[in-house]
C-alpha cells in the first residue's frame, strides 16, 4: 500500500527557514512524480513545488527563490527546504505522489492537480510562521 510520511513542520518567526522531508513507501511503479501542496487557514489547496518523473522542477510563483524541491531517488525521500519565510507560508504542507501510468504529471503540471487527482497524500506537517 502506498504510503507518505512527512516530517520537518514547526512554528518559525519570518525570515526564518525550515525544511520539509517526506519517505514514499509501498511504490507500485518505479516512474512518479512528487510534490508538495499546502493548504491554510481558509484557503484552498495549493500546488507549492514539484520534481516530476523527469527529475524536473517547478514551484509557485509565490515561492520561487525562496523553496527548493529536491529529491533523494534511492531512498524514495522528497524534500523541500523553505527560506525567507513568509506569514502567508504558513499552511499545513503536503506531501504528494502521482504515478503518471494514472495522471499526466510533467512540465509543472503536479502543481495544478486537485486532490482527487493524487495517488497518495501524506496526512500533513504544519508550518507556522509568525511575523
Known amino acids: 500500500q502506498l504510503q507518505l510520511l512527512e516530517s520537518g513542520g514547526g512554528s518559525v518567526q519570518a525570515g526564518g527557514s525550515l525544511r520539509l522531508s517526506c519517505v514514499a513507501s509501498?511504490?507500485?511503479?518505479?516512474?512518479?512524480?512528487m510534490g508538495w501542496f499546502r493548504q491554510g487557514p481558509g484557503k484552498e489547496h495549493e500546488g507549492v513545488a514539484a520534481v516530476d518523473n523527469d527529475g524536473d522542477t517547478s514551484y509557485a510563483d509565490s515561492v520561487k527563490g525562496r523553496f527548493t524541491v529536491s529529491q533523494d531517488n534511492a531512498n524514495h525521500t522528497l524534500y523541500l527546504q523553505m527560506n525567507s519565510l513568509k506569514s502567508e507560508d504558513t499552511a499545513t504542507y503536503f506531501c504528494?505522489?502521482?504515478?503518471?501510468?494514472?495522471?499526466?504529471?510533467?512540465?509543472?503540471?503536479?502543481?495544478?492537480?486537485?486532490?482527487?487527482?493524487?495517488?497518495?497524500r501524506g496526512q500533513g506537517t504544519l508550518v507556522t510562521v509568525s511575523s
Open positions: 509501498g511504490l507500485r511503479y518505479s516512474s512518479y512524480c
Open positions: 504528494a505522489l502521482i504515478y503518471p501510468a494514472h495522471t499526466y504529471c510533467g512540465g509543472g503540471d503536479t502543481l495544478n492537480l486537485p486532490t482527487w487527482a493524487l495517488d497518495a
